[in-house]
C-alpha cells in the first residue's frame, strides 16, 4: 500500500499536470488498466488508451483546476479531493476519488459532479 | 433514481442530525441494509443495527461538523461532500461519498480519511 503522502501527493500532481496541460504526466499517473469514471454515472473510460484520449480531449477546454480543500487519505489504498474546475466564467464543483496499486499508480477515479454543480458567473 | 436536490438535502441532514445529536435522525437516513466504511479501510458496519450502534458511539465524543465546500452530487445515484469533524482542539478532515437508493436513502456511505488527516490546533 502506497503511504498516505504518497497519495495525496499523485492528487496533487493530477491537479498540476491537468492545469499544465502536460497529457503524459497525467497518463502516466495512471495504471494500465485503470479505469475513470468522470461524472460518475457516465460510461466508464477503461484502460490508458481511452484514458489518454479522454484527457487529451478535456484538456481542450483549458479548465483550471483548484482545490476547495485538503486532500483526504484513508486507511487503505484510496485518497479523495474536492476541487473546482474553472472554465471561463464557468466553475464545476467536483469531488475526484482515486484508488491506488502499490507502486502509487490510480487504479480508479471517480468524479463526482452533477448537473447542478455547474455555476454559472454573473 | 432521487433528484440531485433530494440527494444533496439528504447529506445535509446527515449534518444536521448529527450535530444535533439526533441519532434516530441519523439512522433514519440509511436503508435497513446500508453499508457503512467509516473510516475506507476499517471494517464496514453493515445493516441498520450495527450502523445505529456505530453512530450511538461516534454522536458520544460530541464532534461538530461543518462543510469544507458546496456539497456535490453526481450523474447517478450518488454525492458526495468535504467537511471537517472537530472534537475540542482537534480537527479531522473528512470526504463523505453516499449511494443512494430511489427513495433518496443511503445504501452505503464511505469516508475518506487518514491518519495524517487529524489536525490538532495550536
Redesign the interface.
Known amino acids: 500500500m502506497p503511504s498516505?503522502?504518497t497519495m495525496?501527493a499523485a492528487l496533487q500532481a493530477y491537479l498540476d499536470n491537468f492545469n499544465a496541460g502536460n497529457l503524459d504526466g497525467l497518463v502516466g499517473l495512471f495504471t494500465d488498466d485503470a479505469v475513470v469514471e468522470d461524472?460518475?454515472?457516465?460510461p466508464a473510460h477503461n484502460g490508458k488508451d481511452e484514458i489518454r484520449a479522454f484527457y487529451a480531449d478535456a484538456l481542450k477546454n483549458g479548465a483550471r483546476l483548484s482545490l476547495?480543500?485538503?486532500i483526504?487519505?484513508?486507511?487503505?489504498n484510496?485518497?479523495?479531493?474536492?476541487f473546482e474546475a474553472k472554465v471561463g466564467p464557468l466553475t464545476v464543483?467536483?469531488?475526484d476519488?482515486m484508488t491506488f496499486n502499490d507502486a502509487g499508480k490510480f487504479t480508479s477515479m471517480k468524479a463526482?459532479?452533477?448537473?447542478?454543480?455547474f455555476i454559472q458567473a454573473g
Open positions: 498516505e503522502a495525496k461524472p460518475v454515472g457516465a476547495s480543500a485538503p483526504r487519505g484513508s486507511h487503505t484510496a485518497a479523495a479531493m474536492a464543483r467536483i469531488i476519488v463526482y459532479f452533477g448537473p447542478e454543480d
